[in-house]
């Protein structure tokens, strides 16, 4: 099954169309908590490498919505 939402942003419109798999064994629930899951051990480990680096830095956002 496919739908399309549409989102307009100032002069910008945002067409998204999203398709379920019938052979999905996995739901968005549960998908989105093994991928936040996942980027959080990613950068932990990544930040205990490097604790130098800025890249990734605790106390600043990777992801704002300007960048999203």
Do not use: F, W
Not at 1 to 18: D, P, R, S
């Amino acid at each position: 099954m496919e739908h399309t939402t549409e989102t307009k942003i100032g002069a910008t419109l945002y067409i998204v169309k999203t398709e379920c798999s019938p052979a999905a064994t996995e739901t968005v629930e549960k998908k989105l908590e093994r991928m936040i899951c996942r980027h959080v051990s990613d950068t932990e480990s990544y930040q205990a490498d490097k604790p130098e680096s800025l890249a990734m830095y605790g106390k600043v956002r990777e992801y704002t919505m300007d960048n999203i």
